[in-house]
């Protein structure tokens, strides 16, 4: 009977041996693969925190951020001369003024920027606009339709681009006495419309409807070389 008992307890130790070096065998491989597995990628909110805390340690004298960058290639563009930032400028405030609804305030910008023909070019755009979205009388359509012929008449008499016509810089065009034509009506039956380019098809149909067909079609400056004369031989020296 002792030595029954001898061999129980024998094997009861045995076995809590057995049982306790498996244990700490397994506790060792989980400690390994822990230590040795790479790091969760973090949560982007926890990222976002991490940027936004660094971000605000830095110094506010760093590097410009991109805004403030595009802010000052577009002042050095405006500063150096000969970047076309006026003509840029005056276009915006065109299109400022069209987005708002103030088409009064987008023509005059144009009015104001004369003799350029990207202004007559913008301002014919705006009759043109005006002569469609309105519901207007027959004396006031013809109003607009005449301001709207004059300008290309205008716009085609100073930049006149066909073969052998005597070509004008804008400073040239500046200084010529152009209020002269301010209030001036153009003969709509000698000039017609087929040698202005600022006068488009739907144009040409409105023309027809309330003046009919013209007699001729010609450049402003053949219909009318006593008047370009007369703006040339003033144009100071």
Same mark, same amino acid.
């Given at each position: 009977?002792?030595?029954?008992?001898?061999?129980?307890?024998?094997?009861?130790?045995?076995?809590?041996?057995?049982?306790?070096?498996?244990?700490?065998?397994?506790?060792?491989?989980?400690?390994?693969?822990?230590?040795?597995?790479?790091?969760?990628?973090?949560?982007?909110?926890?990222?976002?925190?991490?940027?936004?805390?660094?971000?605000?340690?830095?110094?506010?004298?760093?590097?410009?951020?991109?805004?403030?960058?595009?802010?000052?290639?577009?002042?050095?563009?405006?500063?150096?001369?000969?970047?076309?930032?006026?003509?840029?400028?005056?276009?915006?405030?065109?299109?400022?003024?069209?987005?708002?609804?103030?088409?009064?305030?987008?023509?005059?910008?144009?009015?104001?920027?004369?003799?350029?023909?990207? #202004?007559?070019?913008?301002?014919?755009?705006?009759?043109?606009?005006? =002569?469609?979205?309105? /519901?207007?009388? %027959? !004396?006031? &359509?013809?109003?607009?339709?005449?301001?709207?012929?004059?300008?290309?008449?205008?716009?085609?008499?100073?930049?006149?681009?066909?073969?052998?016509?005597?070509?004008?810089?804008?400073?040239?065009?500046?200084?010529?006495?152009?209020?002269?034509?301010?209030?001036?009506?153009?003969?709509?039956?000698?000039?017609?419309? #087929?040698?202005?380019?600022?006068?488009?098809?739907?144009?040409?149909? =409105?023309?027809?409807? /309330?003046?009919? %067909? !013209?007699? &001729?079609?010609?450049?402003?400056?053949?219909?009318?070389?006593?008047?370009?004369?007369?703006?040339?031989?003033?144009?100071?020296?």
């Amino acid at each position: 009977m002792l030595v029954f008992l001898s061999i129980v307890i024998a094997l009861l130790v045995t076995g809590v041996t057995v049982y306790g070096l498996h244990r700490y065998q397994a506790m060792e491989v989980e400690y390994t693969v822990d230590r040795t597995m790479p790091l969760p990628p973090l949560h982007e909110g926890f990222q976002a925190g991490i940027t936004a805390k660094n971000n605000k340690s830095q110094p506010e004298t760093s590097a410009p951020t991109q805004k403030s960058a595009q802010n000052e290639r577009e002042a050095a563009a405006q500063a150096s001369p000969g970047s076309g930032a006026k003509a840029s400028t005056w276009q915006a405030q065109v299109n400022a003024a069209k987005k708002s609804g103030n088409l009064d305030l987008a023509y005059q910008i144009c009015a104001d920027n004369y003799p350029l023909w990207g #202004a007559y070019n913008q301002a014919c755009i705006i009759l043109r606009s005006r =002569l469609k979205s309105m /519901h207007l009388s %027959r !004396p006031e &359509s013809e109003k607009l339709l005449g301001e709207l012929y004059r300008c290309a008449v205008v716009a085609e008499l100073l930049h006149d681009k066909s073969d052998g016509a005597e070509h004008r810089t804008l400073n040239q065009l500046k200084q010529m006495p152009l209020a002269a034509l301010a209030g001036k009506e153009f003969d709509y039956s000698s000039i017609g419309y #087929a040698e202005l380019r600022l006068i488009r098809k739907s144009d040409v149909k =409105l023309l027809q409807n /309330h003046w009919g %067909r !013209p007699k &001729s079609h010609q450049l402003p400056r053949q219909a009318m070389p006593d008047l370009w004369q007369f703006l040339t031989e003033q144009q100071p020296a």
